[in-house]
């Protein structure tokens, strides 16, 4: 009937009285919210508001931190805005040849450990997207600590399938000159500093170099650094995180949660909210991501390095993955985790879900990768026997790059070795060495 009226009447005496009433309240409400917001603690180790009810935290009950990711199981972009523009159609179709690249040579050293031509061997099946995702996010000049699942990092930087088998065999190619197990690669030239067996070490030598481009004024690249989830159980991990934020370093700790510390699954590592909820104690930006989206990888890390370097702050990545295969050539997965579950997996590897992007995009399809799966087995076996041939680094590098002039006591040593084979030609397999 109101509405027929022509005329609008005033709220009556009755409805004044309630909106005052209402707005008295709000006003009152906020007034009590600023004084309580303003009774903070003064006490120098942390500032929080104080309350007069007794509860203890139970972190249980707090909220789950998100995942990060814009490509399903399917290969579909849930959300078209979030697709890096810069990213081109042949772009993609190179990131997923490098991965097929990778896990074909997995399959081949692996292998040729178990045949004794070479004596250790870890494989990347289930994380290549964590690679080649944050490798393409970075600078060449971004210097990069790893732990040892990250040889597709290598191979986007452009470590060579030469280098990758010298390496392993350690022969006269070497870089290290034989003097590392397998898979511990380093390359100075590709900003790659030479990999360690023991855990989470490079997680504070990280934060240090972060520590001196920030004195050099470097204020175009940072460092990142690469670790497991049972790196972040190390006590490195502590001093890495604190230094990286207290001193404010350009770092980005980067952590593949596969769901296992060599046998240890991560239920029997941690109680907390993965490793992310880790840098919200030591003040760090962080996101968790899907790993095995190589899209998500590469926005967040993109995101995370410009905020590292605009803001010289550390910021820590958790890229939540599976490791499909063994820990190493010295690991039998099946002692402590059903046969059955790297299965459960197979259907979504980094791999997998990418070529079904590229095959609704029709970028790729059967013909194309059965091509390339040949093409790139022909091109690994082809290094991998060649490398094979390629004698051990001569015995004198023992002895060499500790000292710019070799002092007495190495001399000695280096003196005592030649006349041992020399006394005992046919006890060594001095044929073997370069001369």
Same mark, same amino acid.
């Given at each position: 009937?109101?509405?027929k *009226? *022509?005329?609008? =009447? $005033?709220p009556?005496?009755?409805?004044?009285?309630?909106?005052?009433t209402?707005?008295a309240?709000?006003r009152a409400l906020?007034?009590?919210?600023?004084?309580? !917001?303003?009774e903070m @603690?003064r006490?120098?180790?942390?500032?929080s508001q104080?309350?007069?009810?007794l509860q203890?935290?139970?972190?249980?009950?707090?909220?789950?931190i998100?995942c /990060?990711? &814009?490509m399903?199981?399917?290969?579909?972009i849930?959300n078209?805005e979030?697709?890096?523009?810069e &990213?081109t159609d042949?772009t993609?179709?190179?990131?997923?040849k490098e991965?097929?690249?990778? %896990? #074909?040579m997995?399959s081949?050293l692996?292998?040729s450990q178990?045949?004794g031509?070479i004596?250790?061997y870890?494989?990347?099946y289930?994380?290549?997207?964590t690679?080649?995702?944050?490798?393409?996010?970075?600078d060449?000049?971004?210097v990069?600590f790893a732990?040892?699942?990250e040889?597709?990092?290598?191979?986007?930087?452009?470590?060579s399938?030469? #280098?990758f088998?010298?390496q392993?065999?350690?022969?006269?190619?070497?870089?290290? =000159?034989?003097? #590392?197990m397998p898979?511990? /690669?380093?390359?100075?030239?590709?900003?790659?500093?030479?990999?360690? !067996?023991?855990?989470?070490?490079q997680?504070?030598?990280a934060a240090?170099a972060?520590?001196a481009f920030k004195l050099q004024?470097?204020k175009e690249?940072?460092?990142m650094c690469?670790? $497991?989830?049972?790196s972040?159980?190390?006590?490195?991990?502590?001093?890495?995180?604190?230094?990286?934020?207290t001193?404010?370093?350009?770092?980005?700790?980067f952590c593949?949660n596969n769901?296992?510390a060599?046998s240890?699954?991560?239920?029997?590592q941690?109680r907390g909210?993965? &490793?992310?909820s880790?840098?919200?104690g030591? $003040? &760090?930006?962080?996101?968790?991501?899907?790993? %095995?989206d190589?899209f998500a990888v590469y926005n967040?890390?993109?995101? +995370?390095?410009r905020?590292c370097i605009?803001q010289?702050r550390?910021?820590?990545?958790?890229?939540?993955? /599976?490791r499909?295969?063994?820990? @190493?050539?010295?690991d039998?997965?099946?002692? /402590?985790r059903p046969?059955t579950?790297?299965?459960?997996?197979?259907?979504d590897?980094p791999i997998?879900?990418?070529?079904l992007?590229l095959?609704s *995009?029709?970028?790729w399809d059967?013909? =194309?990768?059965?091509?390339?799966?040949? +093409?790139?087995?022909t091109?690994?076996?082809?290094?991998?026997?060649?490398?094979?041939k390629?004698? =051990?680094p001569?015995? @004198?590098?023992?002895?060499t790059?500790?000292?710019a002039?070799?002092p007495a006591?190495?001399?000695a040593q280096?003196?005592?070795?030649?006349?041992?084979l020399?006394k005992y030609p046919d006890?060594?397999?001095?044929?073997?060495y370069?001369?």
């Amino acid at each position: 009937e109101r509405k027929k *009226k *022509k005329k609008k =009447k $005033g709220p009556t005496a009755g409805m004044r009285f309630l909106l005052q009433t209402v707005q008295a309240c709000r006003r009152a409400l906020s007034t009590h919210a600023v004084r309580r !917001s303003s009774e903070m @603690s003064r006490y120098p180790g942390a500032s929080s508001q104080f309350v007069n009810k007794l509860q203890i935290q139970d972190p249980q009950t707090m909220e789950r931190i998100s995942c /990060y990711r &814009i490509m399903d199981t399917s290969g579909t972009i849930t959300n078209p805005e979030e697709f890096p523009p810069e &990213i081109t159609d042949d772009t993609v179709v190179q990131w997923y040849k490098e991965m097929v690249t990778l %896990n #074909q040579m997995d399959s081949i050293l692996y292998d040729s450990q178990r045949q004794g031509r070479i004596s250790f061997y870890m494989t990347n099946y289930g994380e290549e997207g964590t690679h080649i995702g944050s490798a393409a996010a970075l600078d060449a000049k971004d210097v990069i600590f790893a732990q040892y699942r990250e040889a597709g990092v290598l191979l986007h930087r452009g470590f060579s399938l030469s #280098q990758f088998m010298s390496q392993c065999y350690s022969n006269a190619n070497d870089l290290g =000159k034989g003097r #590392q197990m397998p898979v511990h /690669y380093g390359a100075a030239h590709l900003n790659f500093h030479t990999i360690s !067996s023991p855990l989470g070490t490079q997680l504070p030598q990280a934060a240090g170099a972060a520590y001196a481009f920030k004195l050099q004024g470097n204020k175009e690249n940072c460092v990142m650094c690469y670790f $497991g989830d049972g790196s972040a159980s190390e006590g490195d991990a502590h001093p890495a995180f604190n230094f990286g934020a207290t001193l404010e370093c350009p770092v980005l700790f980067f952590c593949r949660n596969n769901g296992y510390a060599i046998s240890t699954p991560t239920r029997e590592q941690y109680r907390g909210d993965g &490793i992310a909820s880790r840098a919200i104690g030591y $003040g &760090i930006n962080y996101i968790r991501l899907d790993g %095995n989206d190589v899209f998500a990888v590469y926005n967040a890390t993109k995101m +995370a390095r410009r905020i590292c370097i605009e803001q010289s702050r550390p910021v820590l990545l958790e890229a939540m993955t /599976y490791r499909v295969g063994h820990h @190493s050539t010295s690991d039998d997965a099946s002692a /402590y985790r059903p046969n059955t579950e790297p299965g459960s997996f197979q259907h979504d590897t980094p791999i997998e879900r990418l070529r079904l992007y590229l095959q609704s *995009k029709n970028l790729w399809d059967d013909e =194309k990768e059965a091509a390339h799966q040949e +093409a790139a087995r022909t091109q690994i076996l082809k290094e991998f026997s060649a490398a094979e041939k390629v004698p =051990k680094p001569a015995i @004198s590098e023992l002895f060499t790059d500790v000292y710019a002039d070799m002092p007495a006591h190495l001399q000695a040593q280096y003196k005592e070795v030649k006349e041992q084979l020399a006394k005992y030609p046919d006890e060594y397999p001095i044929g073997r060495y370069k001369s």
